[in-house]
């Protein structure tokens, strides 16, 4: 079972672009008798958005809010269409 909802405020650039700001919160668990929803993971960070016939293209840093030791402070995420 997983969890990820999303705040996303878009910003009107020029034409068919666009700024974002987002946070992120989620987590996933394997047994569903584990979930606590209390737990959860959180990102932040901003992005482009650019309207497209297909759905929108988003190019996306995130920033790991509070990393664990073995993960990186932050990543690149790029995606198609909504989500």
Known sequence: MFINPRLELRIPVSGPFEAGLFFDAGNVWVEPKNVDLLVLRYAAGPG??????????????????????WENRGNFHFSIGLF
């Not at 482009?48 to 030791?69: E, H, K, M, S």
């Open 48 to 69: 482009l958005r650019i309207a497209t016939p297909i759905g929108p293209v988003a190019f996306d840093y995130g920033f790991n809010l509070a990393p664990r030791q």
